[in-house]
């Protein structure tokens, strides 16, 4: 069984601070994703990484899976409001996804 | 394009019942995923149909089951509902099967009173 840590669990920050949440694993993932879920809503695909030591950038955000692909981050500079969500990382291996428990942020006004 | 459809949204059972949840894939997608998600567990894997194949099944009961039928189109059924089946249950589409790079439905939130 794979399983995909994430931390911090939960996140609060003010709007226009920087940071920066985890999903380590101790298996070799052939990629990772991320994605993103608001309320009522269901995830969202936010990146796809695939090659060690790959980094992807999507607007304020950024991706990086590690050199031994065991593990990924996710950076938001300057949050918004609106980055408010679940974010979950997930791991294709063996037959099927599995995903991380998720990191829950709040960005305050 | 359209994307994932799940119906109904919200529904209540109470134990012993059972519950049919229906999922359209988004147009060309052949491979559909059904996933559990609750607040202590997160999401859990059910599992993958492609071109009417069950490919892979998560580790639950027999009490859930599923298939997909011609059209893409799944369904995935709960028999004797449980308190603990309470669960906003989630489908996800792709255009291969076995990928990370999934489109997820709204979810049918399940209540088992």
């Known amino acids: 069984t794979q399983l995909l840590e994430q931390s911090p669990q939960f996140l609060s920050i003010q709007e226009g601070e920087n940071l920066t949440v985890y999903c380590n694993s101790s298996?070799?993932?052939?990629?990772l994703q991320w994605y993103r879920q608001e309320p009522g809503e269901g995830p969202v695909l936010l990146v796809t990484v695939v090659t060690g030591g790959e980094v992807k950038k999507l607007k304020r955000l950024t991706f990086q899976f590690g050199d031994a692909r065991k593990d990924s981050s996710l950076h938001i500079t300057a949050a918004q409001t609106g980055d408010t969500g679940l974010y979950l990382c997930a791991g294709e291996g063996g037959n099927d996804m599995r995903f991380g428990a998720g990191t829950r942020l709040t960005v305050k006004p | 394009k359209a994307g994932v459809t799940q119906t109904p949204r919200y529904l209540i059972k109470t134990r012993g019942q059972q519950v049919t949840l229906s999922c359209s894939p988004i147009?060309?997608?052949?491979?559909v995923s059904w996933y559990q998600q609750t607040p202590g567990q997160g999401l859990q894997f059910l599992f993958e149909?492609?071109?009417?194949?069950?490919?892979n099944k998560g580790n639950f009961p027999g009490r859930f089951s599923g298939r997909q039928f011609s059209n893409s189109r799944s369904e995935m059924n709960v028999s004797t509902l449980e308190l603990g089946d309470s669960a906003l249950y989630l489908c996800?589409?792709?255009?291969?099967?076995?990928?990370?790079?999934?489109?997820f439905g709204e979810g049918s939130r399940l209540t088992v009173l």
């Open positions: 147009s060309g997608h052949r491979s």
């Open positions: 996800a589409s792709s255009f291969l099967a076995n990928t990370g790079e999934l489109f």
């Open positions: 149909y492609f071109s009417e194949t069950q490919r």
């Open positions: 298996s070799v993932f052939s990629s």
